[in-house]
């Protein structure tokens, strides 16, 4: 081999590796990559030349061993690229749970019952249908009773993108939730043909099912799959309520005390004024809930900024 040789070989290989990468678009990484390329076809030149193959074939031979530059580039593209996280709809379809159909059944039963329930409460309330008082509290208990169960039930179903809820607490928020629903509706019993003061039996129901409610949500963990609370970690936004917990608990408190002494106001210009201002206590309370809920998710917020 004479000395011309190695500038030769160079040579070959400078013009055959530019013609492999034209129409390719020269980022800096692609430059890096065809430099890299361009010392290992120099050293295979020199390794088939050593076992007697000659010069301009050795290094035709390295290039074709290369295949596809363009395929090696793209390659080299999507390395450098950092992996697209996963779309939540393409996350939920992957981890997709089917409901169960004896649950199926089940929830659409309890509904029709519950509505059937509701439609005749109604009914009978504004006297479209004659039924007793007694009919009319039973109807009550029915509509709150079937609803809650269905809470329950629905609660204790593993979903797309939540774990069951232990059955304890599923039973109390469904017990809450049916006491919650039954109190409302034996207000309007108590009202249409009742004595009044049936009302703070009422209220005692109502009261104590939202402060039941508050409790379990305050002291509710996470019951959110993996996936989705990967999926929560990129789109979140801040919840204090989720990175307070005291404050939620609070919040808790102060909505039952809200309402508690909303529906004691309620009555007491029920008995005093008149039935009609009765609910202008409850809309104040319910804008007192509202206003409390603002300044505990954004107080802490503002007073931070300024």
């Known amino acids: 081999m004479n000395a011309t040789d190695p500038i030769r070989r160079s040579t070959d290989i400078h013009r055959l590796l530019d013609e492999a990468f034209a129409g390719v678009e020269l980022t800096p990484e692609t430059q890096d990559l065809k430099e ?5 076809l120099l050293f295979r030149v020199a390794e088939l030349e050593a076992s007697g193959v000659e010069p301009s074939d050795a290094a035709r031979r390295a290039i074709a061993e290369l295949g596809d530059i363009r395929a ?21 379809l992957r981890n997709q749970v089917r409901p169960k159909p004896g649950f199926v059944v089940r929830t659409v039963l ?13 009914l009978g309330l504004v006297g479209v249908l004659s039924f007793g008082t007694g009919v009319l509290i039973g109807l009550s208990a029915v509509f709150g009773a079937g609803l809650g169960v269905v809470t329950a039930d629905a609660l204790r179903q593993e979903t797309t993108t939540n774990h069951p809820l232990p059955t304890g607490r599923a039973v109390a928020f ?14 309007g019993v108590v009202i249409v043909r009742l004595d009044l003061a049936w009302i703070i039996l009422g209220a005692l129901l109502v009261i104590a099912a939202i402060g039941v409610l508050s409790y379990l949500g305050a002291t509710q963990t996470n019951r959110h799959k993996p996936w989705m609370v990967e999926q929560q970690r990129a ?19 102060y909505t039952a005390a809200t309402w508690t002494v909303a529906f004691v106001v ?16 409850l809309v104040g309370g319910f804008v007192v809930m509202l206003i409390v809920l603002a300044r505990m998710l954004f107080g802490a917020d503002a007073r931070s900024k300024g």
Request: charged share 15%.
């Open 36 to 40: 890299e390329i361009r010392d290992n």
């Open 72 to 92: 090696l580039v793209d390659g080299e593209a999507a390395a450098a690229s950092p992996a697209r996280p996963e779309s939540a709809s393409a996350a939920a």
């Open 110 to 122: 309890i509904s029709i019952v519950a509505a059937v329930a509701l439609v005749l409460l109604v």
């Open 174 to 187: 469904g017990a809450s939730t049916g006491v919650l629903l039954a109190g409302l509706a034996f207000t």
């Open 235 to 253: 789109m979140r936004t801040g919840n204090r309520f989720e990175e307070d917990p005291a404050s939620a608990a609070r919040f808790g408190i």
């Open 266 to 281: 309620a009555i007491v210009l029920g008995f005093t004024v008149g039935w009609l201002w009765a609910p202008v206590a």
